[in-house]
């Protein structure tokens, strides 16, 4: 027989509430060396990437936590195919920067998969039975198995970290919204290039009632979890 554990997490606008951490999971998303290190698409983009590491620490600990419980942790990764034949042309020429999608950088090929600087940073590095998606746009469940996933793990809750917080994760959580996902967002497990763009995300998704979802911070989940 599973035990079914219900769950409260302190948040904001009002407090959420998980029927069964069964139905919880944790979205890493794409904290990957692209976004994180120099010479990656975050940095041919002309943003200064070394402030995105002051996350890692807290998403550890979520990942660890979720790991420890045996909840599902799914992780993203925002790539393209070698041959760019899911790269829109208008997505390779945006940024106008001397490197562009697919050329060649010091981590390898930008934004490719399987390229040295498309991985998951070493310190979040997926076990080998875990979820990583690989998607094309910013948000994770556009030509992705992203529904399919979290359907067949009866994953009705997101806890969604990573990078950056106005672009990919906010992209990815109105996504899931949409479809019908009760979504939180980690306040201090989240960032961006542009610290304001940030503040402005979370309090958009928490407006109004929650009108995307909650916000909370990593020592609230692990409350949450029974971990604090
Ligand atoms: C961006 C992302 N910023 N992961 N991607 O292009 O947010």
Redesign the pocket.
Known sequence: MILLIPLTIAAQPYNYEVPSDRQLALLI??M?RD?LEPGG??SV?GNNVSSLREIVPAIQQLQATFRHRNLTVIQTK?CHHPDLSDCPESKRKRGRGALTIGDRGPMGRILIAGEPGNDIIPELAPTADEIVIEKPG?GAFYNTEMEEVLRSHTITHLIFT????????Q?TMREANDRGYECLLVEDGTAS?FPEFKQSTLEMIRAQGGIIGWTATTAAVLAGLGVL
């Open positions: 998303i794409d990957q976004f698409f975050g983009l925002e910013k990573g990078v950056t917080t106005e672009v990919c994760v992209a290039y």
